[in-house]
């Protein structure tokens, strides 16, 4: 992190990072931007003093550049195509299973509680909960022993 955000408490800004990630990706869904150019013009025009810019940076390239891996695991729990999907929803599945899948390091309770939580702010009526559905099944295919765990 960097000197503006070693300061800030963990958690919150990596909440910043996954929203302004899925912001970003939104974006980047609906138009053809390059993701530099999107991360460029996030980091001028918002205020990401309390983000951590590189967990931003992280999902906003890694999201993309991990695209069919991700698209599959979710398309394989689905109940239409994925390009039928909303695209805040989208974003929040394809952000929610990168974590899922690449980082263990981050409790799958989090990472359905943040996709939740986010769903609830951006997307539609009900959206949080297809997400929460979505992601639980993934959650127990991939992170089985952790959930067996009780963790």
């Not at 869904?29 to 003093?49: G, R, T, V, W, Y």
């Not at 906003?60 to 929803?89: F, M, T, Y």
Request: proline content about 3%; hydrophobic content about 40%.
């Amino acid at each position: 992190m960097s000197d503006s955000t070693s300061n800030l408490n963990p958690q919150h800004a990596r909440r910043r990072a996954r929203s302004s990630a899925m912001q970003a990706l939104y974006q980047w869904q609906m138009s053809p931007i390059n993701l530099k150019d999107i991360e460029e013009q996030f980091c001028a025009d918002q205020n990401m003093s309390k983000v951590d810019l590189g967990y931003f940076h992280e999902l906003l390239h890694e999201v993309p550049a991990k695209l069919d891996e991700l698209d599959k695991k979710v398309s394989d729990c689905l109940d239409r195509s994925i390009e039928e999907v909303d695209p805040i929803e989208k974003a929040l599945l394809r952000i929610g299973t990168y974590e899922l899948l690449h980082r263990a390091d981050i409790p799958y309770r989090i990472i359905l509680n943040e996709a939740v939580q986010l769903a609830k702010k951006f997307g539609g009526t009900d959206g949080h909960k297809y997400i929460n559905g979505i992601l639980d099944k993934i959650a127990h295919d991939v992170r089985a022993v952790e959930i067996k765990a009780g963790l």
